[in-house]
Structures are given as C-alpha cells and as structure tokens.
C-alpha cells in the first residue's frame, strides 16, 4: 500500500473500502441475501467440506430451466435437515383434490410429481412462502410455475389454465397462483406438484400428508437416496 502513503487517512480508508467493494460485488447489494447455507443444517459426512453453493437462495436463478443446478445428487455425501414450515415460514395445501396418482414409474415413464384431481378453473395455492422463478408455458407441462422456496426447496404446479404470478413475485404461503386446467402433455384436468431439492425431483410424500392434507413433520432429512425413484407399483391411485 506504499502508492497511499502520502494520502490522507481518512480519504485512503475510503479508497481501500472502495476497492474491496469492486473487489467482492457479490456479496454487497444483493437482493436476496440470504444464504441457505444459514437455514438449513447440514450434518457432515468424514471428510465434507460442509459447504454446498447449489444451497445459496440465488444460486442459478434461471428464469427458464427446470434444473438450473446440475447438481449430481448421488454425489451428495452429508444428510441435509430442512425445516419445512415453522412460525416464519407457512405451509398451505396447494389444492384440496384427491390423489390420482403418485410419485414413481408410471407406464414405464417416470411420474416426478403428485397428481391432484380437480375441476377447470380451480383455484391452485403457493404451498410455501417464497419467490417464482419460472412462469412459462411448455409441451409437456403447459402452463407451470415454479416456487423456489426459503428451506431450499422448489415446488412445482403443471397444467394449469391461467398463471396469475411472473418470475421474481414473492408469494405467502395460500396465495393465489393460478387456476387449474389440462394444458401441455394431460389427458385430463388436474395439478401436477412436484417438489424439487437441487433441481432434481423427490417423493411430496415424504414430508407431505395427501390423505389428511397436512405436513408429516415440520422437519425433513435428505441424502442421496432420497432421489430414489420407486419402481414399486403399490403406491399408485387412479380416478
């Protein structure tokens, strides 16, 4: 620092917190500035470096991608503890139809979501607190929405008629998103919810109670095998 040596204190304090400014842009002025690193707990596996960029809320806030992460999630060493809803954080069913189908291989396709049954223009609901970051239309899913929510999941609501929110809007748990329909790849109207760790589709059952519509737990653990696509055919409903 011998270029500042004839500057005055105060003014060369300035010019050295300006260039650390410059120096680290990304972590001053962000608009989303909470890190999910701080939210969730990570219980470490021998040897983790206990440290995941993909868990930053604005990591890959692709406006257009189904998986921005690319995250390979049979890579994921640590168990993940995520707090699905508490006093800051609400849960809301995003709508009250019954299931037609679950989680798993379908007709030799994988099914990644939860089928709800429901009527032309039925209401669908944001079932957490969070930002959009896609509205879009699609073949295969038509009109769909995805949520990225504060425990680092993502929700996702297919099909729909109408999309009432745009990427960026920030959502309360129940408010309005759209209404239900049978656009895209459907034989019939019905909310296709998935939810998504990483980018990459896991089981709504595993914290989520259809049959009562409510949460199992407040609280979830997910690693690796949580991924697992189920090949049983067990768990299947239809109308």
Same mark, same amino acid.
């Given at each position: 620092?011998?270029?500042f040596k004839f500057?005055?204190?105060?003014?060369?304090?300035?010019?050295? =917190?300006?260039?650390?400014?410059?120096? &680290?842009?990304?972590? %001053?002025?962000?608009?989303?500035?909470?890190?999910?690193?701080?939210e969730i707990d990570?219980?470490? $596996?021998?040897?983790?470096?206990?440290?995941?960029?993909?868990?930053?809320?604005? !990591?890959? +806030?692709?406006?257009?991608? =189904?998986?921005?992460?690319?995250?390979?999630?049979?890579?994921?060493?640590?168990?993940?503890?995520?707090? #699905?809803?508490?006093?800051?954080?609400? &849960?809301? &069913?995003?709508?009250?139809?019954?299931?037609?189908?679950? +989680?798993? %291989?379908?007709? @030799?396709?994988?099914? $990644?979501?939860?089928?709800?049954? =429901?009527?032309?223009?039925?209401?669908?609901?944001?079932?957490?607190?969070?930002?959009?970051?896609?509205?879009?239309?699609?073949?295969? !899913?038509?009109?769909? #929405?995805?949520?990225?929510?504060?425990?680092?999941?993502?929700?996702?609501?297919?099909?729909?008629?109408?999309?009432?929110?745009?990427?960026?809007?920030?959502?309360?748990? @129940?408010? =309005?998103?759209?209404?239900? @329909?049978?656009?895209?790849?459907?034989?019939?109207?019905?909310?296709?919810?998935?939810?998504? +760790?990483?980018?990459r589709p896991i089981?709504?059952?595993? &914290?989520?109670?259809?049959?009562?519509?409510?949460?199992?737990?407040?609280?979830?653990?997910?690693?690796?095998?949580?991924?697992? #696509?189920?090949?049983?055919?067990?768990?299947?409903? !239809?109308?």
């Amino acid at each position: 620092m011998k270029r500042f040596k004839f500057l005055h204190k105060p003014l060369k304090t300035l010019i050295l =917190l300006s260039l650390t400014v410059l120096a &680290f842009p990304y972590s %001053w002025g962000n608009p989303i500035n909470d890190s999910l690193n701080n939210e969730i707990d990570i219980v470490p $596996s021998e040897g983790s470096n206990n440290f995941y960029p993909e868990l930053n809320f604005d !990591y890959g +806030f692709d406006l257009q991608s =189904l998986n921005p992460y690319r995250y390979p999630v049979e890579n994921l060493k640590d168990t993940v503890s995520i707090v #699905i809803a508490d006093s800051q954080c609400g &849960f809301h &069913f995003p709508h009250q139809g019954k299931v037609n189908s679950t +989680f798993g %291989w379908r007709k @030799g396709r994988v099914h $990644s979501g939860i089928d709800l049954q =429901l009527q032309w223009g039925d209401t669908v609901l944001a079932a957490f607190d969070g930002i959009v970051r896609v509205s879009k239309y699609s073949k295969g !899913y038509g009109n769909f #929405i995805i949520i990225r929510h504060f425990n680092g999941l993502e929700t996702l609501y297919a099909h729909l008629k109408k999309r009432y929110v745009a990427h960026g809007d920030t959502l309360t748990a @129940g408010e =309005l998103i759209g209404l239900g @329909g049978s656009t895209g790849r459907s034989t019939g109207a019905h909310l296709h919810f998935e939810t998504r +760790f990483l980018g990459r589709p896991i089981d709504p059952e595993l &914290f989520i109670d259809f049959d009562n519509r409510c949460l199992r737990s407040t609280v979830t653990q997910l690693h690796a095998g949580s991924f697992d #696509i189920p090949r049983s055919q067990k768990s299947k409903r !239809y109308f």
